[in-house]
């Protein structure tokens, strides 16, 4: 499995330090049986910090979990450290997992980032260009009709005032 995919190079002209989070959701329960589209990515080349035109929605039952990917790329012409704080979750929404690379089933072997994703402490060092992809499983409490935003940030160290958010927003039923 490539965890890491270098992509060309930002183009000439485009800020040093430029961090891109994408957001796609993979599925529900177990498994991600709805991966390739019509569930597409959300986010590439969108950069703001509240997550318009970066956001997935999903309806779940109650009592189920699902899946989400999470891509950070450096759009930057510079090589940066991207810092991730992701969402702590909720007695109704639990912050299950989160993995390296994309996981379509639960993977015991996979590189567990959760404690450093929920405290907001994980970070990847990239060149411009080159991505890395992470698994985000959240869980949901046998409770209808509740709602929650997991918001997951990446801020570029070389320029702290360049953040990129993706949502990922789910609602029970």
Excluded at 19 to 46: E, N, Q, T
Excluded at 67 to 78: K, L, M, P, S
Excluded at 92 to 112: E, I, T, Y
């Amino acid at each position: 499995m490539c965890v890491l995919a270098s992509l060309v190079p930002a183009a000439a002209g485009t800020r040093p330090y430029r961090p891109d989070g994408w957001i796609k959701l993979c599925g529900l329960s177990l498994g991600c049986v709805i991966d390739p589209p019509p569930h597409p990515w959300r986010g590439k080349d969108v950069y703001n910090g509240t997550g318009r035109r970066q956001t997935v929605k999903v309806d779940i039952n109650d009592g189920e979990g699902v899946r989400f990917w999470i891509a950070v790329q450096n759009d930057g012409t510079e090589r940066d450290t991207i810092g991730v704080q992701g969402c702590r979750g909720t007695r109704v929404f639990d912050v299950n997992r989160v993995l390296l690379g994309r996981h379509k089933r639960q993977d015991p072997s996979a590189k567990d980032l959760t404690r450093r994703y929920v405290r907001g402490t994980l970070a990847f060092t990239l060149d411009p260009g080159e991505r890395v992809i992470f698994t985000l499983n959240i869980i949901t409490g046998p409770v209808e009709g509740k709602s929650y935003r997991c918001r997951t940030e990446m801020t570029s160290q070389g320029d702290p005032d360049r953040v990129d958010v993706v949502v990922a927003a789910m609602s029970t039923y």
